[in-house]
């Protein structure tokens, strides 16, 4: 099997886009949320949202926002919905088959935790400054998809920190190897709280802000370009004109949560928010 960067892997060939038409809305039923600035009520985990339709659609997507929703907007399963949907259960449904339902709500987020790690290995292999590191990648990517394969219970088995852990020195190596080829002293604020900064213009490249908290931060105009924001809080981050192009391990659901511009550069993997 050739290098990812060979290869062409995308996360498409992998099944990480989300297919909410072939899921049976299980982000609407496993998972809890609490009545916030995101969310207009408390839903408990394993309880359906009120506004989901007896077909598994939202019955109030289009105005999600308008409605104190907003939080739903940002959610991005990476297709770990439609793959315990159709592949672990087989097509059979909860509400078809009620005894699925405790299993399948359990077996969700944990898909979930491992097609977001799938997401960020199959951009590390499409990296070609990581080349030294490919062979690794490769073979954590296999593992990783062959474990989504199990059975449901499996699933509920699996030790996911300890897989998380391995895949994230992975992961790691590859961001050294990316940021190294930019020149100069990069900043290193993983992990800070960066929350409401000012960083307008501010010059971020190659930086690393794994797990940065930049909540309301601004980083209009900032250069981001290799950046690595791993796990960053980007919400209500003002991005304007901010420039992500090359940035690593930047997810739709992050730049969902952010604020931004026809002027923000993006990653072409990522597409611009609607809300936008």
Known sequence: MPDGADLGLQPVDLGLQSDCGSCFGLC?????????????????????????????????????RQRGFSGCTVFDCFGAGQKVSQVTFGGQDWRQAPRTARQMFDVFPVMRQLHELLWYLAEALALPPARPVHAELRRALEETERLTRGTAQELKDLDVPAHRGEVNALLLRTSELVRAKVPGRKKDRRGADLIGARLKGANLQGANLRGAYLIAADLKGADLRAADLIGADLRDADLTGADLTGSIFLTQSQLNAAKGDAATKLPPALTRPAHW
């Open 28 to 64: 609407c039923v496993a998972l809890p949320f609490a009545a916030s600035a995101d969310f207009a009520i408390d839903k408990d985990a394993g309880r359906p949202c009120p506004n989901l339709s007896t077909d598994f659609r939202c019955g109030i997507h289009t105005d999600l």
